[in-house]
């Protein structure tokens, strides 16, 4: 069964930062890119970091450049977002979602991890 | 605010035809597919639609997409109960900012 599974939200104070891992499973995680999307609470989405299949490409919303990093490893078929300098406007669900191609969006979503930035 | 426009809110009846329209530009949807998600209360979204009009395996042919120029809808026919849900459309945008971007979402309700 294809599945992703995220872990590491939680309650963080602003400006602390924070380590999300998503874990793959039932599908050759090397072989796809890779995204995490963010939702506020009762907002829509909002796409946040992509990382191509081999690590070699990323991107990143306007909203996280320079304060987020999405990384890959690929032997742990695991996929990570480090949040660095954390806002109240970063509170929200994370989901990491794997990418239908390269060029395409997201086909397979987990079922997301929250993160709440308060003091 | 969102970089795709769509309206807040759609409603329909057991059995009716609802349109959910999604607008943008021509860095996003004008020039690159559109893709449509379902996102039921307390769960994460699921993919309905990709490239315009394309149908993953296992989601019903009530659902449909279209794309014209820098507007796209998603229509659903032969509405149901359990159709009630959020519904979002997305789009590469190559302008200045390379960027996956959504719209609003759509609060579907079956009446």
């Known amino acids: 069964q294809v599945q992703l599974e995220e872990s590491g939200g939680g309650v963080v104070q602003p400006g602390r930062s924070l380590r999300l891992s998503c874990a793959a499973s039932?599908?050759?995680?090397?072989?796809?890119?890779v995204h995490w999307v963010r939702q506020a609470p009762g907002k829509g989405l909002e796409w946040v970091a992509f990382?191509?299949?081999?690590?070699?490409?990323?991107y990143y919303a306007d909203s996280v450049k320079g304060r987020f990093t999405i990384s890959r490893d690929n032997s742990k078929n695991t996929l990570y977002l480090q949040m660095n300098s954390l806002r109240a406007e970063d509170t929200a669900v994370y989901y990491c979602a794997r990418g239908l191609s390269t060029y395409d969006a997201f086909d397979i979503w987990g079922q997301g991890t929250m993160v709440t930035v308060s003091s | 605010q969102s970089v795709l426009t769509q309206p807040p809110s759609a409603s329909g009846t057991p059995g009716q035809r609802v349109t959910i329209s999604c607008s943008g530009s021509s860095s996003n949807i004008g020039s690159n597919y559109v893709y449509w998600y379902q996102q039921l209360p307390g769960t994460a979204p699921k993919l309905l639609i990709y490239r315009n009009n394309e149908r993953p395996s296992g989601v019903p042919d009530r659902f449909s997409g279209s794309k014209s120029g820098t507007s796209a809808s998603l229509a659903i026919s032969g509405l149901r109960s359990e159709d009630e849900a959020d519904y979002f459309c997305a789009a590469w945008d190559d302008s200045l900012n390379d960027s996956w971007v959504f719209g609003g979402g759509t609060k579907l309700t079956v009446l």
């Open positions: 990382i191509s299949y081999d690590g070699s490409n990323k």
């Open positions: 039932g599908f050759t995680f090397s072989n796809y890119a």
